[in-house]
């Protein structure tokens, strides 16, 4: 498959789950809606594990050595946990889409001419834009497509991303669909981001970034099983600080 089907498929299940929304409402119970959370979070663990072996990729050895491979990615972890958490990232990402939410609203009420139609439109675009733009399975999985890796994390995104739409928009309409330009401008970009790295970070340090990011995905499962809520997004430096520390190793040896 070519970089970027995986954002292609989430437009796709985003505008069907915004038609399927429109359609039936708040038709479905919310058993089913339960039932198919913890599918998609066994599934994302399934997805974690095949995405968190590439610690035993033969070129992430043969640069680092047998041992350094699994002090690298618990190096990239902590210190990217640090970083996360220092800076709030989970904590801003969350901010970002309230302060969004609120300025719309403060927008929308000082516009006295603004129909009841607009505003929903409007709310919907921009409350779907949030939610499937703003998390750790849209950078995970852009850079994972970019880099080659295939777009599972994606295709998990996407399903994820489909009933989200049809929650959204059997309360705000057709602007959830609109959120589809979000997704192509942001994923895009992110995929795009991730081939440039892939023609430039030897495959060892791929093979890291992969790791890292694989484990992360244990945390967002461990999220839609509400097992525990890991603050993935402070994470997410990590896979910045893979890389890094993969190249600091094979400097050293």
């Not at 663990?45 to 491979?69: E, T, Y």
């Not at 990232?89 to 969004?100: A, C, Q, S």
């Not at 609120?102 to 921009?126: K, M, P, W």
């Not at 998990?156 to 979000?182: C, E, M, Q």
């Amino acid at each position: 498959m070519f970089p970027g089907v995986g954002t292609l498929v989430n437009v796709v299940t985003v505008l069907l789950g915004t038609g399927i929304g429109v359609l039936v409402g708040h038709r479905l119970p919310v058993r089913t809606r339960d039932v198919v959370t913890d599918a998609l979070g066994l599934v994302t663990l399934l997805i974690a594990g095949s995405a968190a072996i590439s610690i035993q990729d033969p070129a992430f050895v043969a640069a680092v050595g047998p041992s350094p491979p699994m002090l690298i990615v618990l190096g990239s972890l902590l210190l990217g946990g640090i970083i996360g958490s220092l800076f709030g990232i989970e904590d801003r990402l969350e901010g970002f889409g309230g302060w969004m939410q609120q300025r719309l609203r403060r927008r929308l009420s000082r516009e006295r001419g603004a129909s009841a139609d607009r505003q929903r439109f409007i709310e919907g675009f921009v409350t779907a834009s949030l939610v499937f733009c703003v998390g750790p399975l849209t950078v995970l999985g852009s850079l994972n497509d970019g880099l080659g890796n295939g777009a599972d994390q994606l295709y998990l995104k996407s399903a994820l991303d489909g009933f989200a739409a049809i929650a959204f928009a059997a309360s705000l309409g057709w602007g959830v669909g609109a959120s589809a330009l979000a997704l192509i401008g942001v994923q895009g970009s992110l995929t795009l981001l991730g081939a440039v790295l892939g023609d430039v970070l030897p495959a060892a340090h791929v093979a890291a970034l992969t790791a890292t990011g694989g484990l992360m995905l244990v945390g967002v499962a461990l999220r839609l099983l509400r097992v525990k809520q890991v603050p993935v997004g402070d994470l997410l430096p990590g896979l910045l600080i893979a890389p890094l520390l993969t190249a600091l190793v094979v400097a050293l040896r």
